[in-house]
């Protein structure tokens, strides 16, 4: 079938072959520059997405937590309890050096018949005694 003459396609193939003179390949620096910069942006809209659900996340746990929680106790052996006091006799304890040079903090009106004050008293403490061993080494 014979092709007819169209106004239109002729226009057409002019715009073409004008295109094909005129088009030159891009180099490949700047398709790359291209590319980088597509990527910085990406990059950046996903960092500033990641701090915004950061953020709001924050922000809903402070508004839903009632108070702040207490601070944790360290993991340190506590004080020990004090050993129970013997039964007091009449008989008077030897007094050390330290007990006698120490200032009492309180003194008490109030004594009982025999003489003794009324508010338990705790004994000091004496550190423990070492024996050395007389063992000679080879």
């Given at each position: 079938?014979?092709e007819?003459?169209?106004?239109?396609?002729?226009?057409?193939?002019e715009a073409a072959s004008?295109?094909?003179?005129?088009?030159?390949?891009?180099?490949?620096?700047?398709?790359?520059?291209?590319?980088d910069?597509?990527?910085?942006?990406?990059?950046a809209a996903?960092?500033?997405?990641?701090?915004?659900v950061?953020a709001?996340g924050?922000?809903?746990?402070?508004?839903?937590?009632?108070?702040?929680?207490?601070?944790s106790?360290?993991?340190?052996?506590g004080?020990?309890?004090?050993?129970?006091t013997?039964?007091?006799?009449?008989?008077?304890?030897?007094?050390?050096?330290?007990?006698?040079?120490?200032?009492?903090t309180?003194t008490?009106?109030r004594?009982?018949?025999?003489?003794?004050?009324a508010?338990?008293t705790?004994?000091?403490?004496?550190?423990?005694?070492?024996?050395?061993?007389?063992?000679?080494?080879p």
């Amino acid at each position: 079938m014979p092709e007819s003459h169209d106004p239109l396609r002729s226009l057409f193939q002019e715009a073409a072959s004008t295109g094909r003179s005129r088009a030159h390949c891009v180099p490949v620096s700047a398709v790359t520059e291209r590319g980088d910069r597509a990527r910085r942006h990406r990059v950046a809209a996903l960092a500033a997405v990641a701090c915004l659900v950061f953020a709001g996340g924050t922000a809903a746990a402070v508004t839903l937590l009632p108070e702040r929680p207490h601070p944790s106790v360290p993991a340190t052996p506590g004080p020990s309890k004090p050993s129970p006091t013997p039964p007091r006799t009449g008989t008077p304890r030897p007094t050390s050096t330290a007990e006698s040079s120490a200032v009492p903090t309180s003194t008490s009106s109030r004594g009982t018949s025999d003489g003794t004050s009324a508010t338990p008293t705790q004994p000091p403490t004496q550190p423990p005694t070492t024996q050395l061993s007389s063992t000679r080494l080879p």
